[in-house]
């Protein structure tokens, strides 16, 4: 019989302090609070959150291991269907996913889902030797070339090595991650500990990493099959193009894409002294957008020194991005400006952003997406004043590998084409995540890198 | 790693090094560029690939100090130590590559080479010359002791010019000004190629449209990842935002506007400024702590 408690908070870092540090935010649970939470579980005979995972993780059996507190045997049962649990307990969107559709959240407050797979993924690598070795089978000497190492590409590549493949990852920057990496911020997905034990994962199991490798550049897919005798290869290049609102003053000093912003931070370390690349917050940075891509630039603003603002074109309500990251800026003293949307970015003499002008917006009728589109008040127009912009408007896939490939066919928003299972229009090559999907989440990434492995054979 | 194999300083302050890259060097092409970390705590520095050498398996890159993570470049490594990171080739080869054998035959071209920018003009007109196309190169600098390559140069260009700004060598005068002279001589160019410092290419791209020759230049902006992903290497071409990295580095220079990309440039330059500060604090305490000042 289910624990009639009300949801176990998580302890988290005091806003006041962390808006001052890079370290992680949340502390998560321990295993006492774990249980405990685990035991509100009314492990539902037809379970709506494992229908709402887009990877099918069977949610409340590994919560009833939990509530049992055999941690080790809740790890194998999430591991079944998903190989990036610390990860994904962190930046999955579970208010729309498993927790929205949790029963216990009609009246009250849903199973802490995402809480406990994330206790889960630290609790592994914390006990890696009570975990069982993942099985790995004889090797069969066939190559596959996974490119990228972000979520889709690991947990293909991962997969692909367990059914004994002869796996190499080429990751174009110097680090291998991904988006794990150069995009989401220290303070929401801990790089060393987390992402780094990820990594490491899937090198155990036997796959070789090639850092400094920019397939479409250093060597196209055809030489990869011809010279270097890859069989198969998986495209999980992720979308990584930022994009701009096209308004005047976009190239004035101060203007970065969220992207640059958080790579100067987050690959580059630049909020480390002893690193050497630069970056400016400002006094008073502006982000304009309202995914997770904008919370993250914000966020690493505000730690960087700046008073920041959001600006959104629709209301609070539409914001795309995590409830739990929207509550955590505003709770570090983001102020969010919303029903604006910026005209135009203005400069001092010198060509450094002064301010940056805004026309207020109302809702209109739902557009093609089914939110209700903001239209822009008449004579509305003001300046918010600011010496950093970032733009956060969202991304789209790299061109260069369907350039430099014959035979990949792209979509109209620049996404490879491919079916369910990974297959592009070229035999033999697969693909997923965001290089197929355009911007999507880790969750999606991971779970087409795992159908591609299967559909390899 | 990738190791440095040779590193020569070509005259005081610039220095030429080979490094052990086989992947850049088998996928190389004239106009490209590559871009080298030096350590962990390094920044990403694009540079132009001045020579690669597939069989070697090696590129060659010059390199003239002038920030906190340039100077370590030159002041820290040497032969037989590695860079933690050489990644390309990025950015698009020079049009020529690409031009088919027959228009590629009809060109007349002339590089106008500033400072470091001489080496990148090195493997263009090498591709170039083997390929039979007329190729003139203008070498200037500020003065003699600046002026590098021209040896390299003899054997990959019809004809040498070399200029400096105080006549210590050569025609004194800038190179725009050369071509100036070079065209009431009666010299005539179907394409004009300039690399250099920012001003340089302006000025050179003034001249050139004065001139009716169509001019490229290659744009050394700044830049994070190179790969099309941070947007900081963004200028307007025609008007229309463009990256540098993943549309250029090339483009013609009528089209630039260098005003724009100059200011974007020197973004960075309190941060610069305070990091080669820095840099010289620490060399001159460890320089003191070893007793050697």
């Excluded at chain 2, 071209?109 to 400072?115: D, E, R, S, T």
């Excluded at chain 2, 001249?207 to 099309?228: A, F, H, Q, R, Y």
């Amino acid at each position: 019989m289910a624990n009639k408690i009300d949801r176990v908070p998580v302890r988290e870092q005091d806003p006041q302090v962390r808006a001052h540090n890079f370290d992680e935010v949340c502390l998560g649970y321990n295993e006492q609070e774990a249980q405990l939470e685990a035991t509100r579980c009314l492990n539902c005979k037809n379970p709506r959150c494992v229908g709402a995972c887009p990877v099918g993780i069977k949610i409340p059996a590994f919560i009833h291991e939990v509530s049992e507190g055999n941690f080790a045997g809740a790890a194998a049962i999430i591991a079944e269907d998903s190989s990036l649990p610390a990860i994904c307990g962190r930046v999955c969107p579970q208010e729309t996913q498993c927790e929205g559709s949790c029963i216990l959240g009609i009246k009250g407050q849903p199973v802490a889902i995402g809480k406990l797979e994330r206790f889960i993924g630290d609790w592994s690598r914390e006990h890696a030797d009570e975990v069982p070795a993942p099985k790995i089978a004889p090797s069969n000497g066939r190559k596959v070339a996974v490119i990228g190492s972000g979520p889709a590409g690991l947990a293909c590549a991962g997969d692909l090595a367990k059914r004994g493949f002869d796996v190499t990852i080429f990751e174009a920057l110097h680090k291998a991650g991904g988006v794990l990496v150069y995009g989401i911020p220290e303070f929401r997905l801990p790089k060393d500990t987390v992402v780094a034990h990820e990594v490491d994962a899937i090198k155990a199991l036997g796959v070789k990493i090639e850092t400094d490798v920019i397939v479409g550049r250093t060597i196209t897919i055809d030489q990869l099959m011809e010279d270097e005798g890859f069989e198969f290869v998986f495209v999980g290049t992720g979308a990584g193009l930022p994009k701009f609102m096209g308004i005047p003053g976009e190239n004035l000093n101060g203007v970065f894409s969220a992207n640059e912003f958080l790579t100067r931070n987050n690959l580059m370390q630049a909020f480390r002294d002893d690193h050497l690349t630069p970056i400016r917050a400002g006094r008073k940075a502006v982000v304009v957008g309202g995914g997770n891509v904008a919370m993250d630039a914000a966020r690493t603003a505000l730690r960087l020194g700046a008073d920041t603002h959001i600006v959104y074109r629709r209301t609070e309500v539409e914001l795309p991005a995590r409830k739990e990251e929207v509550h955590h800026a505003k709770e570090e003293g983001i102020v969010f400006d919303m029903l604006t949307n910026p005209v135009e970015i203005l400069g001092d003499e010198d060509g450094n952003v002064r301010a940056i002008r805004c026309i207020r917006m109302e809702l209109g009728e739902p557009d093609e997406s089914g939110r209700r589109s903001p239209v822009p008040v008449a004579g509305s127009e003001f300046e918010i004043e600011a010496d950093t912009v970032i733009m956060a408007l969202g991304t789209a896939p790299n061109p260069l590998i369907a350039r430099t490939t014959a035979g990949l066919e792209t979509t109209r928003r620049g996404g490879l084409v491919a079916d369910e299972s990974g297959a592009t229009t070229r035999a033999h090559v697969f693909a997923g995540g965001d290089a197929v999907t355009g911007a999507a989440t880790v969750i999606l990434a991971m779970g087409a890198g795992r159908r591609a492995a299967s559909a390899i054979e | 790693m990738f190791e440095i194999i040779e590193k020569v300083m070509l005259n005081p302050t610039i220095c030429k090094m080979v490094v052990k890259a086989p992947r850049v060097a088998k996928s190389a092409k004239p106009g490209q560029f590559l871009i080298v970390r030096t350590d962990e705590a390094g920044e990403r520095i694009p540079l132009t690939i001045s020579d690669y050498d597939p069989k070697a398996g090696t590129v060659t890159i010059v390199i003239q100090p002038i920030g906190a993570s340039t100077l370590s470049m030159v002041e820290d490594f040497n032969a037989g130590d590695s860079f933690a990171d050489v990644v390309g080739p990025l950015g698009n080869p020079s049009e020529f590559v690409t031009m088919p054998e027959e228009e590629l035959k009809k060109q007349k071209v002339v590089f106008i080479a500033g400072g470091l920018g001489t080496a990148p003009v090195y493997p263009q007109a090498k591709w170039l010359h083997e390929r039979g196309v007329a190729v003139d190169v203008i070498i200037g600098a500020r003065t003699k002791d600046l002026l590098i390559y021209e040896d390299e140069f003899k054997s990959v260009c019809d004809n040498l010019y070399m200029c400096t700004d105080d006549g210590s060598y050569g025609f004194k005068g800038v190179g725009t000004a050369r071509l100036e002279a070079l065209v009431a001589e009666g010299k005539t160019y179907t394409k004009a190629v300039a690399i250099g410092p920012m001003i340089m290419m302006k000025f050179s791209t003034l001249t050139c449209v004065k001139l009716g020759i169509p001019i490229i230049v290659s744009m050394n902006t700044l830049m994070v990842d190179g790969t099309g992903m941070c947007g900081a290497c963004r200028l307007s071409v025609g008007g229309v935002t463009k990256f540098a990295c993943v549309d250029g580095p090339e483009f013609d220079g009528a089209l630039v506007d260098f005003n724009e990309a100059m200011r974007r440039s020197a973004q960075y330059k309190p941060e610069e400024a305070a990091a080669k500060e820095q840099r010289m604090c620490r060399a001159e305490a460890k320089a003191r702590a070893e007793g050697r000042i």
